[in-house]
């Protein structure tokens, strides 16, 4: 069963960086937008980015606009989140997956319809 695994989440205070890593063996991230996704304790899913695969074109949730870079090593077929200067709100699980019908972003990204292969997520806490 192809699965994503999720890497990098920890405790850090605000203001502080971690960058997160998403490998799933056997599946070529190639063929796929890859979008990154959260869940609060209590809250909903949310999206917070997506990488095409297509074209290269990230898009982000407002929410971490200029704090967060997603980006792609299809080599490695790796996708990772950088996330700087974090705020406790931020503080979630974190998933990445896999949109099985676009290798480009779609308008509505962030609901993550389409999107499989969801791993177990990687914790962040943030809290000083």
Known sequence: QVQFVESGGGLVQPGGSLRL??????????DYAIGWFRQAPGKEREGVSCA???DGSTVYA???KG??????NNAR?????QMNNLKPEDAAVYYCAADIMRRRCGSDWYVGRDSRYWGK???VTVSS
Request: charged share 15%.
């Open 77 to 81: 077929n790796t996708v990772y989140l």
């Open 121 to 123: 997520g990687t914790l």
């Open 21 to 30: 890593s998403c490998v799933a063996p056997g599946l070529s991230l190639d």
């Open 62 to 64: 407002d929410s971490v």
């Open 52 to 54: 095409s695969a297509s």
């Open 67 to 72: 704090r967060f870079t997603i980006s792609r």
